[in-house]
């Protein structure tokens, strides 16, 4: 098991946290653009946000693609590891890394070891994902289980800008796009950094600014890309982040949306998803302490009582973002 990071809280002013905000709400405004909103200069934004990212606050800006609009599902695989050496566990977070499918992997402590999202086509693609998996670790592997993401939110970390940001979240049910190389190129460009200039990825694609520029254009108004945002590190404020695993019971629609819209608008909530599977609901919360998340679970099975069925606490301690595009086209 990965050991969890070191915690080194860090201070910040009103205006860091403004610009947090507006890089949660779209990472790739300019400098002049969030100036005009927080009431700096351009140079002193700039400033900000660099001493952000040198002090591990910023891990990253980034472009968040709708894979369903590609065609792709979204599928889940949890592990419970055993007999695990150091040595094998380094090379099984290595796979997981250079996985041209992955979309995120987690280590975790729980009931779990290990959390990994998928982007494929179908359940055929997913059970050959998992057949490789056990063909190269299933020593190691003492039990699993699944599941197919049918919606998933970002949720803007209220509690770190004490600014009220926006909620996207995406239905894995979608029309698809045609999208060519270059569209995949561009994307895996901003999927890195959200900031990189249209000059940059144009010399490194091969293409002009102007049509970098468009099809920009054209991947948010097809929704390919649901948003620019920013990823912090709640650890730098003295924060850990929980998943929350929700087995419900006598669920109606509207007590669905009722208690997934609490979740949502909840001050301390990260990300929520609905799946098929054992469990109907996951959601994570950055909390001091594992006391807390007990308290934000009272909360919920008091409001909730006809509902909640049972929950399990999952602690992330890594996490890791391969990018799905990184085979797309690169001409530079």
């Known amino acids: 098991m990965e050991k969890i990071k070191e915690r080194t809280e860090i201070k910040l002013d009103k205006k860091d946290r403004q610009i947090m905000h507006e890089l949660e709400e779209n990472s790739r405004q300019s400098y002049t653009e969030i100036g005009k909103k927080v009431r700096l200069k351009s140079n002193t934004v700039e400033y900000r946000i660099n001493k952000l990212i040198q002090s591990g606050i910023i891990l990253r800006m980034f472009a968040e693609p709708n894979l369903a609009k590609l065609g792709l599902k979204t599928y889940r695989l949890y592990l419970k590891m055993e007999n695990i050496s150091s040595e094998k566990e380094n090379e099984f977070i290595a796979y997981l890394k250079k996985h041209p499918k992955g979309q995120w992997f987690a280590a975790l402590e729980g009931n779990w070891d290990y959390i990994m999202r998928y982007s494929l086509r179908d359940e055929i693609e997913f059970k050959k994902e998992i057949d490789e998996l056990t063909k190269r670790f299933g020593d190691c592997m003492k039990s699993k289980n699944i599941a197919i993401t049918i919606q998933q939110g970002y949720l803007p970390l209220n509690y770190?800008?004490?600014?009220?940001?926006?909620?996207?979240?995406?239905?894995?049910?979608?029309?698809?796009?045609?999208?060519?190389?270059?569209?995949?190129?561009?994307?895996?460009?901003?999927?890195?950094?959200?900031?990189?200039?249209?000059?940059?990825?144009?010399?490194?694609?091969?293409?002009?600014?102007?049509?970098?520029?468009?099809?920009?254009?054209?991947?948010?108004?097809?929704?390919?890309?649901?948003?620019?945002?920013?990823?912090?590190?709640?650890?730098?404020?003295?924060?850990?982040?929980?998943?929350?695993?929700?087995?419900?019971?006598?669920?109606?629609?509207?007590?669905?949306?009722?208690?997934?819209?609490?979740?949502?608008?909840?001050?301390?909530?990260?990300?929520?998803?609905?799946?098929?599977?054992?469990?109907?609901?996951?959601?994570?919360?950055?909390?001091?302490?594992?006391?807390?998340?007990?308290?934000?679970?009272?909360?919920?099975?008091?409001?909730?009582?006809?509902?909640?069925?049972?929950?399990?606490?999952?602690?992330?301690?890594?996490?890791?973002?391969?990018?799905?595009?990184?085979?797309?086209?690169?001409?530079?």
């Open 160 to 332: 770190l800008t004490g600014y009220r940001g926006t909620t996207r979240m995406q239905t894995l049910e979608e029309k698809t796009e045609d999208v060519d190389e270059l569209d995949k190129g561009i994307m895996r460009e901003l999927f890195e950094n959200s900031r990189t200039s249209t000059v940059t990825i144009a010399t490194r694609l091969g293409i002009s600014p102007d049509a970098v520029q468009y099809r920009i254009k054209n991947l948010l108004r097809n929704g390919v890309i649901s948003f620019f945002g920013a990823y912090y590190d709640p650890e730098k404020f003295g924060y850990t982040r929980y998943k929350i695993l929700f087995w419900l019971k006598h669920i109606t629609e509207d007590k669905e949306k009722e208690f997934i819209e609490y979740c949502v608008q909840h001050p301390n909530s990260a990300y929520l998803n609905r799946n098929v599977g054992e469990w109907d609901l996951e959601v994570d919360f950055d909390t001091v302490n594992v006391r807390d998340v007990h308290r934000i679970i009272n909360e919920i099975r008091k409001r909730f009582p006809d509902i909640i069925k049972d929950y399990s606490i999952l602690t992330i301690l890594n996490e890791h973002v391969p990018n799905p595009f990184v085979d797309a086209v690169q001409r530079s």
